[in-house]
Protein backbone atom coordinates (compact mmCIF):
# COMPACT_ATOMS: atom_id res chain seq x y z
CA UNK A 1 0.00 0.00 0.00
CA UNK A 2 2.84 2.36 0.91
CA UNK A 3 4.34 1.90 -2.33
CA UNK A 4 1.50 2.34 -4.35
CA UNK A 5 0.99 5.64 -2.53
CA UNK A 6 4.75 6.75 -3.31
CA UNK A 7 4.16 5.90 -6.97
CA UNK A 8 1.04 8.26 -6.88
CA UNK A 9 2.60 10.83 -5.45
CA UNK A 10 5.55 10.71 -7.77
CA UNK A 11 2.75 10.62 -10.72
CA UNK A 12 1.08 13.99 -8.85
CA UNK A 13 4.23 15.57 -8.55
CA UNK A 14 5.54 15.37 -12.07
CA UNK A 15 2.12 15.97 -13.50
CA UNK A 16 2.18 18.87 -11.65
CA UNK A 17 5.58 19.92 -13.01
CA UNK A 18 4.15 19.59 -16.73
CA UNK A 19 1.36 22.13 -15.99
CA UNK A 20 2.97 24.54 -14.14
CA UNK A 21 3.39 27.66 -16.40
CA UNK A 22 6.40 28.38 -18.82
CA UNK A 23 8.64 31.09 -17.34
CA UNK A 24 7.53 34.20 -19.27
CA UNK A 25 10.36 35.70 -21.62
CA UNK A 26 10.90 39.69 -20.73
CA UNK A 27 13.07 42.72 -22.70
CA UNK A 28 14.67 45.23 -20.34
CA UNK A 29 14.82 48.36 -19.36
CA UNK A 30 11.16 48.55 -20.01
CA UNK A 31 9.34 51.36 -20.75
CA UNK A 32 12.58 52.76 -22.57
CA UNK A 33 12.47 54.16 -25.97
CA UNK A 34 15.22 53.05 -28.25
CA UNK A 35 16.97 52.86 -31.42
CA UNK A 36 17.80 49.50 -33.96
CA UNK A 37 20.37 50.98 -36.63
CA UNK A 38 22.63 49.22 -38.81
CA UNK A 39 23.37 48.30 -42.44
CA UNK A 40 20.60 45.48 -43.59
CA UNK A 41 20.81 43.58 -47.22
CA UNK A 42 17.61 43.46 -49.06
CA UNK A 43 16.67 41.14 -52.33
CA UNK A 44 13.57 40.80 -54.03
CA UNK A 45 13.50 41.50 -57.52
CA UNK A 46 17.57 43.11 -56.98
CA UNK A 47 19.50 43.19 -53.89
CA UNK A 48 20.41 46.57 -52.72
CA UNK A 49 22.09 47.53 -49.34
CA UNK A 50 20.36 50.20 -46.80
CA UNK A 51 21.31 51.93 -43.73
CA UNK A 52 18.32 51.68 -41.38
CA UNK A 53 17.65 53.33 -38.51
CA UNK A 54 14.03 51.96 -36.76
CA UNK A 55 12.34 53.77 -33.60
CA UNK A 56 10.72 51.74 -30.81
CA UNK A 57 9.40 51.77 -27.21
CA UNK A 58 9.59 48.58 -25.31
CA UNK A 59 6.18 48.15 -23.13
CA UNK A 60 6.07 48.56 -19.73
CA UNK A 61 5.96 45.11 -18.62
CA UNK A 62 9.02 44.28 -21.06
CA UNK A 63 6.55 41.39 -22.45
CA UNK A 64 7.25 43.05 -26.29
CA UNK A 65 8.28 46.07 -28.10
CA UNK A 66 7.17 48.23 -30.78
CA UNK A 67 9.17 49.81 -33.27
CA UNK A 68 6.97 52.68 -34.23
CA UNK A 69 8.39 54.10 -37.51
CA UNK A 70 12.03 54.06 -39.18
CA UNK A 71 13.74 54.41 -42.48
CA UNK A 72 15.88 53.34 -44.93
CA UNK A 73 18.84 55.49 -46.62
CA UNK A 74 22.07 54.77 -48.88
CA UNK A 75 23.99 52.61 -49.20
CA UNK A 76 22.47 52.19 -52.15
CA UNK A 77 20.77 54.80 -53.82
CA UNK A 78 17.57 53.19 -54.31
CA UNK A 79 17.44 53.03 -49.91
CA UNK A 80 14.84 55.68 -48.52
CA UNK A 81 14.33 56.97 -52.71
CA UNK A 82 12.81 53.42 -54.25
CA UNK A 83 13.03 51.37 -51.35
CA UNK A 84 10.96 51.85 -47.13
CA UNK A 85 10.26 49.60 -44.57
CA UNK A 86 6.41 49.91 -44.16
CA UNK A 87 3.64 47.88 -42.17
CA UNK A 88 4.39 50.03 -38.83
CA UNK A 89 3.49 49.24 -36.24
CA UNK A 90 5.65 46.15 -36.18
CA UNK A 91 5.80 44.15 -32.94
CA UNK A 92 8.96 42.40 -30.97
CA UNK A 93 7.88 39.46 -28.87
CA UNK A 94 11.05 37.40 -27.17
CA UNK A 95 10.61 33.66 -27.82
CA UNK A 96 14.06 32.69 -25.31
CA UNK A 97 16.68 31.08 -25.96
CA UNK A 98 18.36 34.78 -27.75
CA UNK A 99 15.00 33.61 -30.49
CA UNK A 100 12.67 36.96 -31.33
CA UNK A 101 9.71 37.29 -33.35
CA UNK A 102 8.72 40.60 -35.21
CA UNK A 103 5.45 40.44 -36.66
CA UNK A 104 3.89 43.10 -39.68
CA UNK A 105 7.53 43.77 -40.69
CA UNK A 106 7.73 45.04 -44.39
CA UNK A 107 9.38 47.16 -47.06
CA UNK A 108 7.75 48.33 -50.12
CA UNK A 109 9.16 49.59 -53.32
CA UNK A 110 8.17 50.41 -56.92
CA UNK A 111 8.93 46.88 -57.69
CA UNK A 112 6.86 45.31 -55.02
CA UNK A 113 6.41 44.99 -51.36
CA UNK A 114 7.05 42.23 -48.40
CA UNK A 115 5.10 41.94 -45.19
CA UNK A 116 4.78 39.50 -42.34
CA UNK A 117 5.88 37.68 -39.42
CA UNK A 118 9.83 36.27 -38.76
CA UNK A 119 11.38 34.93 -36.38
CA UNK A 120 15.32 35.57 -36.03
CA UNK A 121 18.29 35.79 -33.38
CA UNK A 122 18.69 38.40 -30.32
CA UNK A 123 22.26 39.04 -28.97
CA UNK A 124 22.51 40.17 -25.30
CA UNK A 125 26.03 40.80 -25.64
CA UNK A 126 25.86 43.08 -28.57
CA UNK A 127 22.38 44.12 -27.78
CA UNK A 128 21.41 43.60 -31.49
CA UNK A 129 19.01 41.77 -33.53
CA UNK A 130 20.54 39.19 -36.57
CA UNK A 131 18.66 38.48 -39.75
CA UNK A 132 20.79 35.55 -40.94
CA UNK A 133 18.56 35.82 -44.24
CA UNK A 134 15.42 35.80 -43.12
CA UNK A 135 12.50 35.66 -45.56
CA UNK A 136 9.21 37.62 -45.73
CA UNK A 137 6.36 36.70 -47.52
CA UNK A 138 6.23 39.44 -50.87
CA UNK A 139 4.79 39.85 -54.14
CA UNK A 140 5.81 39.56 -56.83
CA UNK A 141 8.68 37.56 -54.70
CA UNK A 142 9.85 37.31 -51.30
CA UNK A 143 12.10 39.41 -50.00
CA UNK A 144 15.52 38.12 -48.49
CA UNK A 145 16.72 40.46 -45.35
CA UNK A 146 20.43 39.65 -44.63
CA UNK A 147 22.89 41.66 -41.85
CA UNK A 148 22.43 43.52 -38.25
CA UNK A 149 20.52 46.27 -36.19
CA UNK A 150 22.30 46.93 -32.69
CA UNK A 151 19.94 48.70 -29.70
CA UNK A 152 20.83 52.22 -28.66
CA UNK A 153 20.75 52.61 -25.92
CA UNK A 154 21.35 48.74 -25.25
CA UNK A 155 18.27 45.90 -24.55
CA UNK A 156 18.16 42.87 -22.92
CA UNK A 157 16.18 39.52 -23.11
CA UNK A 158 15.47 37.62 -20.09
Do not use: H, R
Not at 20 to 35: D, E, H, K, N
Not at 128 to 135: G, H, I, N, Q, R
Amino acid sequence: MFKAASIASAAVLVIAGFAAPAMAQSISPAGTSFVLSGALTLEQSTTINCNVSLNGTVAADGSSATITGGSFSPGDWQCGLLVSPSGFPWTITPNGGGSITITNIGASSILGSCNGVITTNWNNGTSSVYFPTSTIPGSPNPCKITGTLTSSPGLTIS
